[in-house]
């Protein structure tokens, strides 16, 4: 069992940065995979980005390429999401996600076996 929890969310204007957090407890962090997801009012739940569990190996999402860095400190069990040069439309709630396969870099929710509670990030035009 795998307990997460993220920080780090809040009001930015557009262009500007934030960086969240997604502390875990439970089993060891570092056996697990870990992904970022976001979900906006009325729509789907997307994929934003996944590290391994070594960190070695990150894969993002089109939309956030160049722009959002994923990143784990397995001493801290924590994972983070840089976000720079954020838009309008990044507004959603991001939510961090674990999976049990360590090497399994999942672009769909299913795979995922914890989830946080999510936290609110809104980009002002």
């Known amino acids: 069992q795998v307990q997460l929890v993220e920080s780090g969310g809040g009001l930015v204007q557009a262009g500007g940065s934030l960086r969240l957090s997604c502390a875990a407890s439970g089993r060891p962090f570092s056996s697990y995979a870990m992904g970022w997801f976001r979900q906006a009012p009325g729509k789907e739940r997307e994929f934003v980005a996944a590290i391994s569990w070594s960190g070695g190996n990150t894969y993002y999402a089109d939309s956030v390429k160049g722009r959002f860095t994923i990143s784990r400190d397995n001493a801290k069990n924590t994972v983070y999401l840089q976000m720079n040069s954020l838009k309008p439309e990044d507004t959603a709630v991001y939510y961090c996600?674990?999976?049990?396969?360590?090497?399994?870099?999942?672009?769909?929710?299913?795979?995922?076996?914890?989830w946080g509670q999510g936290t609110q990030v809104t980009v002002s035009s």
């Open positions: 996600a674990a999976n049990r396969k360590p090497g399994y870099l999942a672009t769909m929710p299913e795979p995922y076996d914890y």
